[in-house]
């Protein structure tokens, strides 16, 4: 189709038709992949107030924060990518190809990628109980399980020289969907996040739930952070992006 609008177009949240977009340009410029699920591709849940269609993902904010001008002529500095499928998990696959298996083909062959960040898991501890819920039985999926699967994506990409940042998985015990919230539940998150905070793997680590987790009740978001107890919301997301952007631009950006 040629037509330079679409006739009764309707807004939408996810990206169904736009896979990526390749630049050519002269001289090497890092490139950020973020790879994730709904966190990573921008879930709001059609919050009333949050926006829809504006950028206003962790990547989106973290995309402007580096390349802002800081007295560096305006150049970019950075490329961002967001890799991020509502609902994937680490290694079971039902919404798109897990994790693993998609790791190679989504991101070792998209050019230039010099730094991963990983955002990877609360889907694998989350959605067996969801899909039970509904009457899809669904065994739950070990920490043991998503700790090697991160590890596998890990060493994937630190064996094609990329610097690989892993986050935190962030507190989902506000969410009103079953099978994310209760002591198991947490049990795990907590397992994998005491892992991806000690284990070295990776090169350098963000801590999303200490920057979202509520001070009282860790097992959540702070309300005024989260859209509905499981995604953050645009506040959540742009805190996100500078945490990011300041872990890049005390070194880990070269």
Known sequence: ????????????????????????????????????????????????????????????????QLNTVHGNGGRTRAAVINIGISG????????GENAVGRFDTEVLTRTGVTHLLVLEGINGIGLSGLLTAIGIPTPAISAESIIAGLQQIAAQ????????????LTPSGGSALPGYSGA???TRRQAVNQWIRTSRVFDAVIDFDRLLRDPVDATRMQAILTADGLHPNSEGYRLMGEELARLFNRGLLR
Do not use: H
């Not at 994937?88 to 919404?95: A, G, H």
């Open 157 to 168: 990409a630190r064996a094609r020289a990329i610097v690989v940042i892993g986050g935190t």
């Open 1 to 64: 189709m040629n037509a330079s609008t679409l006739a009764a177009a309707t807004p939408i949240t996810a990206w169904y038709f736009l896979s990526g977009v390749d630049v050519q340009r002269n001289g090497r410029l890092p490139v950020v992949a973020a790879f994730g699920d709904s966190i990573t591709d921008g879930d709001q849940r059609a919050v009333p107030n949050e926006p829809v269609d504006q950028n206003a993902r962790y990547t989106d904010f973290l995309a402007r």
């Open 184 to 186: 198991d539940v947490e």
């Open 88 to 95: 994937n998990q680490v290694t079971r696959s039902f919404i």
